[in-house]
Nanobody
């Protein structure tokens, strides 16, 4: 069983930065594709970005509108995945979720339904 725990959320002024972390339990972290999603109040959960497994070369898939401000990375030794968020805007306010999935083909990493495991989320609020 795989468990995911997000941390690093909080309140920040517009233009500020946050780094979210996702700690993953389990023995085969490097085999998992890891994704970040977010859900704002009254909206559907949306894809932020993902990083594929080590065997898939660790390729990163971005939501185009966020790629200039957000960065995803992973530390397979520490079983952590990070989401660095810069130049935050009020519209980035949401609950951010970490997700993990095995044997995910490239075209599936944007789809929340393709991930097997989810964290409980961490709140990010961007407001002046």
């Amino acid at each position: 069983q795989v468990q995911l725990v997000e941390s690093g959320g909080g309140s920040v002024l517009p233009g500020g930065s946050l780094r979210l972390s996702c700690a993953v339990s389990g023995d085969t972290f490097s085999d998992y594709a890891m994704g970040w999603f977010r859900q704002a109040p009254g909206k559907e959960r949306e894809f932020v970005m993902a990083i594929r497994s080590r065997s898939s070369g660790g390729r990163v898939v971005y939501e185009d509108s966020l790629k200039d401000r957000f960065t995803i990375s992973r530390d397979n030794a520490k079983k952590l995945v990070y989401l660095q968020m810069n130049s935050l805007k009020p519209e980035d306010t949401a609950v951010y979720y970490c997700a993990a999935g095995l044997r995910m083909i490239l075209s599936s990493v944007r789809q929340a339904s393709q991930y097997s495991y989810w964290g409980e989320g961490t709140q990010v609020t961007v407001s002046s």
